[in-house]
């Protein structure tokens, strides 16, 4: 299948799904975006949605997605619709087929729509205002003032971070659904140790690494290639 947005051959990716045979979808690196086909992306299972997580972390980056003026359905052609749609709190975008078959949806807004990225409290953002001057919006790339500002003023967005407790509940998932191969037993373990570092952003005596990553892309770019780095040493 070839790119809505760019025309380049998008890469298809397997993976366990819920009660059915594997799904496969279709990834475009050079966009960031994802296609689903009708229903794929409520029928994967935790273990895949820790792997899609992974492979965000490790092909993701600040700079936004152009689009095209006009997207179109792989399967049927026709012209694929904006959506704007709301999880909880948090506000994620997608366009989708009339007539029913997928959508089409950018890395960040595929987690957003999850629950895996939360916009920062108050507090948080004044503790984390006296350790750096500028973040980068995680959705448009661009500098935001801490000293002066909790939105980017180019795209409306709050300032947002990775919660890390969604992927410890897609473990505790793993755990009941004794998976055909075993999960290694420290993961817990070594989540926590992730979930740490980004909590200590907002402490005295924050990891100097850790705000050097967050300085060059955005907090959840940060957390983002933490988290990808400890999936991939324990084999997920």
Known sequence: MNCTNCSAEMMAMT??????????????KTCQTFWFDKYEDLKISAASTLKLIKFIGENSSPARMRVAEALHCPRCTSRLVLTHDLQRTTKFTYWRCGNEHGRFIGFLDFLREKNFI????????????EKIQTVNCANCGAAISLATDSLCAHCGSPVSILDLNQPQQMLNQLKQAAEPRPIDPALPLK???VKLQTEKLFAPGSD???LSDVSSSSLVHAGLSA?????????I
């Open 15 to 28: 993976l366990e799904a819920h009660y059915t045979a594997p799904v496969e979808i279709d990834v475009c």
């Open 118 to 129: 939360r916009t920062l409290s108050p507090k948080e953002i004044n503790e984390l205002r």
């Open 191 to 193: 989540l926590e140790r």
């Open 208 to 210: 100097s690494d850790w």
């Open 227 to 235: 988290l990808a780095r400890w999936l991939t040493n324990s084999g």
